[in-house]
């Protein structure tokens, strides 16, 4: 599967799941460049959306734990 269809699932996914995961951070603020780094040697939509989801989980903990100490 070539780049572009396996950018193109990442960001299907992402848009499908725009509210749970951090997945809006990629739709807001990554962009092709951001999503072929990140996924780079995946060979299937599934290893290149589980490569976006294991940072998308991390980025969006640690946002949610800057939320909780804001007054």
């Not at 725009?18 to 990140?38: H, P, R, T």
Request: glycine share 4%; proline share 0%; charged share 25%.
């Amino acid at each position: 599967m070539n780049t572009n269809t396996l950018i193109q699932a990442v960001r299907d996914h992402a848009q499908e799941n725009y509210e749970a995961g951090g997945w809006d951070i990629l739709v807001e603020c990554w962009d092709n460049s951001d999503i072929a780094e990140q996924i780079e040697g995946a060979t299937t939509e599934a290893e290149a959306i589980a490569e976006c989801a294991y940072i998308l989980n991390l980025l969006d903990e640690n946002r949610r734990e800057i939320e909780a100490t804001a007054f």
